[in-house]
């Protein structure tokens, strides 16, 4: 068995702990058996917004005709779409690996890590053990339970980024954000798309009125099957075919290509973190305190795989606190999850950050609430954007900004603002009292903290 300083296991976020390690003269394993760089790299956050940049830009074309301008696709070369991605995600992968392989103190083990006893794994034919170990191996798509799913070519949102070819017809199944933003993805270039969704709305996890409105819009772009199950699957020559049910009445739909996305679940069952005696929680998350310590002493956890929030900057945000807390024992810091936002890359896009209404209504806060549209600011109604609006939430007696949540054009720019001042424990007044670009989009922000009844 190889003794080391330190393990990391995965090679995303896990790989900002080994870098301070191998700084500091440590022996350091890198447990990772798919390319580096984790998930937002390779199967995520990156070259999912580059494709949907490329969607963004058929949007833009075919709503030239509000503008005046008549304009119209001859081809869409989805060969070209694709081999972008891959060609500036793989080398980005590949430098990352052979910069770990390179280094003097670093170990990479390209394989599956799994424990097999306290505080050792078992990589491929060989064991490796260390005193100290970061999990960071992150999740993976979660499969439902559907008769005959198994005989049936689905994807997943780690194919979906990849496909050969454009399918004509894709059924997906979900309701969240990885489902909307891939919706968006093969709509906008042409694919015929239907959703099928086992709740009443979309994004339900967003603020009550934002997750209407962005249901209200994709009902107008999609074929949309709300309050639906799917109860089997099979193949039917070169189609898949899904059994439906909504209210007691079934149906049959037919497609080229199957994505499912219904959320993601954690890895620690693939690692069997249980031979080490960390702890799981109900849904197989991994339990950490607030230092992102397990249970076990020199055992640490970060990223998905503790599920706190499933982002790459909340991941970034741990890796640092990880890295400071494991080489400073006496004193560590815990992890302030203060503030932390989210966006959602579909059209529209979303931005939130804070409590929605619901949660401020839930939590007995004595709050208040305003939205403000897009279209009754001068540059919303210029770039024609009458869905958009901003919601914002503060406390009625201090004016603490409790959340906000926004729908619309560039949603994930501008819910970044109102993230800074909630980080910085600030109130409405730095934004109402701020001096604003006009006509600028950002003014429909401070018009909607503006209209607070505060």
């Known amino acids: 068995m190889q003794s080391f300083d330190l393990i990391v296991i995965g090679s995303g976020s896990g790989l900002e702990v080994s870098s301070e390690a191998v700084a500091r003269g440590l022996s350091v394993a890198v447990v ?28 833009t074309i075919r ?19 694709v081999n972008r991605v891959v060609n500036t995600i793989d080398p980005d992968a590949q430098a990352i690996e052979e910069g770990n392989r390179q280094h003097p103190n670093t170990t990479v083990f390209k394989d599956t890590g799994k424990f097999v006893e306290h505080k ?55 309701g969240g954000y990885i489902a909307a933003e891939l919706a968006h993805f093969f709509g906008a270039l042409g694919t015929e798309v239907t959703i099928v969704h086992r709740g009443p709305r979309l994004l ?19 074929a949309m099957l709300l309050n639906t199950v799917v109860r089997r699957a099979q193949r039917d020559g070169g189609e898949i075919v899904l059994e439906v049910a909504s209210d007691g009445q079934q149906r049959t739909l037919a497609a080229d290509a199957l994505l499912l996305a219904v959320g993601r679940v954690p890895n620690t069952d693939l690692l069997a973190v249980t031979q080490t005696g960390v702890a799981v929680d109900e849904r197989g998350f991994i339990k950490a305190n607030e230092y992102l310590e397990t249970d076990v002493p020199g055992v640490w956890a970060l990223g998905d795989i503790v599920g706190r929030y499933l982002l790459k900057h909340s991941a970034n945000l741990e890796a640092a606190h990880v ?4 080489f400073n024992p006496e004193n560590k810091v815990p992890v302030d999850y203060h503030a932390m936002p989210h966006a959602i890359f579909a ?10 209404e619901r949660q401020a209504r839930e939590q007995g806060l004595p709050y208040v609430a305003s939205t403000y549209s897009y279209y009754d600011t001068a540059y919303g109604s210029s770039i024609e954007d009458r869905d958009g609006f901003v919601k914002a939430v503060a406390h ?16 994930s720019m501008l819910i970044q603002e109102v993230a800074n001042a909630m980080r910085m424990r600030l109130t409405t007044d730095a934004i109402t009292q701020s001096i604003y670009v006009h006509p600028a989009l950002p003014e429909v922000v401070q018009r909607a903290f503006g209209s607070l009844a505060i």
């Open 120 to 174: 050792a794994l078992e990589v491929g034919s060989e064991r490796i053990a260390a005193e100290t170990i970061v999990i960071a191996a992150g999740t993976r798509p979660r499969i439902p339970d559907i008769d005959g799913l198994a005989d049936v070519p689905f994807i997943t949102s780690d194919q979906a980024l990849r496909l050969p070819s454009q399918p004509r017809r894709l059924v997906i199944v979900g």
């Open 204 to 222: 339900r996890l967003e603020d009550d009125d934002v997750s209407a409105r962005f249901t209200e819009v994709y009902q107008r772009r999609f």
């Open 347 to 356: 059209s529209p896009q979303v931005g939130s950050v804070g409590l929605t």
């Open 323 to 326: 890295a400071h807390n494991i």
């Open 396 to 411: 009625r007696e201090t004016g603490e900004i409790l959340g906000c949540h926004i729908i619309g054009s560039e949603a």
């Open 32 to 59: 990772e058996h798919g390319p580096f760089g984790g998930t937002c790299l390779n199967r995520g956050c990156i070259p999912s917004k580059m494709l949907i940049h490329t969607a963004d830009v058929m949007e």
């Open 63 to 81: 709503r030239a005709e509000l503008f005046g301008i008549t304009a119209q696709v001859s081809a869409v070369d989805w060969d070209f779409i």
